[in-house]
DNA sequence: TTGCTCCTCACGTCACGTGAGGTGGC
DNA sequence: TTGCTCCTCACGTCACGTGAGGTGGC
């Protein structure tokens, strides 16, 4: 009592297209029970129904078809609704960075932007913490909260404090390939052990132009814009990482409270106070 | 004072990576200002950031290519206003599906459903007042507001009445292709002029298969599975499209009182009462 | 000379969609 | 015989990403 229907029947009963169902046959994702020998004709069982039906809906969702077919093979339940919510989570950032690129597209539309303050500054030598890692554009928000977190515990299970406000670098390939080494560092004076993913660090003196970001992570484009803008116009860009300090943090009441330095490489002779 | 910087500059101004601009450039989506002879370097002013950067945002959140293009050629604030709105509106529907989506996933995973009753009725011929066209899957739900809207209102206008509930049939290559023939229809007994999209259309008797489902039309898939399961069990299906009387349809208080009949043509052989 | 940044092909990816051309059973 | 449903290639789509292999100026 598990009758078999044609392609086509099946289609109807599941909303799955018959290229997708051919497809899902080629990938070996959902298989017919049997095909004709003579004719090729494919032949699916009622009874999986149900689970075309639920490649459907996490297809709706944009899971990936190997993920979707991880969650089908999963073992037990336990395993099959941890691969779910990881999906959902994730769709969940997704629509975060959506509405915030929505909310900031007025923005970005205005005319004329407030020419904004650039100052020139040798920065010292720095000891720290530090996390570094290979990180997706995209990532970046998640990773650098995950970092901090472990930077500060450690700290604080060491008894140690801060030296400084926390910073980070960004090394070319970041941007130009939309995935790069980023380092994430916590100031500090004592000399540390490195425990988890953490490790000490020295970061050399360097010269850079200087503009402070205010408000949430979301507009930094702004920002970068004009100061890359300003040292493209004095002609006195370096190589070398981009590198932010959280002044204030996203911890804050409200997000326009928010401050971020960001410091351009520069080359030293322009070590000057505009 | 518009200064020239390199792609690698360039990627870094405006997060957007090498490859990227490389592909805008080959598209003609964004072309760097200038292009040396010699060496093949791209050239980009940094006047461009901000174009740049509105692409970047608009790509996040997933508006094609040619879209953006669109938007960016728009002669006039007001015309590319229309276009970015038009945009956000579909990111909404999608938004909304992907919620319905997960709202039922629950739903779906959860083992045995109920056996719904089926019943296996000889419906007469009907004359009605429709709307027909070419409708792809994921608009379903958007037509079929906007063509019983049309609908209604025609009537309403030739103070005539509906004789019956809300139907609409669905060809098969609506489903096997994911685009295809929907006619939207209100049954009539008045005889009455096209206008607009609507006109006349006179159903001939079939034989079906009835299952009522109750709830949002999210869920219908399972409905469309069950339905089918019994008719190949039976053996007893039939070409022809399917038909859907919306008997209580979305307007009511709450989704879960929403009843749709499912009719799936039959043999007429098998015109009985289960 | 070594590094660095940039370049151009050619091909891959993902999840199907689009025809073209053909077969088998009522 | 005509229609209908199904089949298999081969190629297209979209927005880039992935190397391979190479160039030019400090």
Redesign the pocket.
């Known amino acids: 009592v598990d009758p078999l229907v044609?392609?086509?029947?099946f289609s109807k009963m599941t909303y799955l297209?018959?290229?997708?169902l051919?497809?899902y046959h080629e990938v070996r994702l959902l298989e017919p029970v049997q095909v004709d020998a003579?004719?090729?004709?494919?032949l699916y069982a009622v009874s999986q129904v149900g689970t075309a039906q639920a490649i459907r809906r996490f297809?709706e969702l944009d899971m990936?078809?190997?993920q979707v077919r991880a969650v089908l093979e999963a073992p037990d339940v336990e395993s099959r609704n941890q691969a779910i919510l990881a999906h959902l989570e994730h769709m969940q950032q997704q629509l975060e960075r959506t509405q915030t690129t929505v909310a900031s597209l007025q923005e970005l539309l205005r005319e004329g932007h407030a020419t904004r303050a650039v100052e020139y500054r040798s920065i010292d030598a720095v000891r720290g913490l530090a996390v570094s890692g290979s990180v997706r554009f995209d990532d970046t928000g998640a990773w650098c909260t995950a970092a901090f977190e472990e930077l500060h515990a450690v700290l604080s299970t060491a008894g140690s404090t801060p030296a400084g406000p926390d910073g980070a670098l960004y090394f070319?390939e970041f941007f130009?390939?939309?995935e790069g080494r980023v380092i994430a560092f916590v100031p500090v004076t004592d000399e540390l052990a490195p425990t988890g993913r953490t490790a000490p660090i020295h970061l050399a003196a360097t010269d850079v132009a200087v503009m402070i970001h205010t408000g949430p992570f979301a507009d930094l484009d702004q920002t970068y814009g004009a100061l890359g803008t300003v040292v493209a116009e004095r002609g006195i860009g370096a190589?070398g990482p981009i590198r932010e300090h959280y002044l204030v943090g996203p911890g804050a009441p409200d997000e326009s409270s928010e401050r971020t330095e960001v410091c351009w490489p520069v080359i030293s002779a322009g070590a000057t106070v505009s």
Do not use: F, N
């Open positions: 044609t392609i086509g029947e297209s018959v290229k997708a051919r497809h003579s004719s090729g004709y494919r297809r990936p078809l190997e070319d130009e390939e939309g190589p």
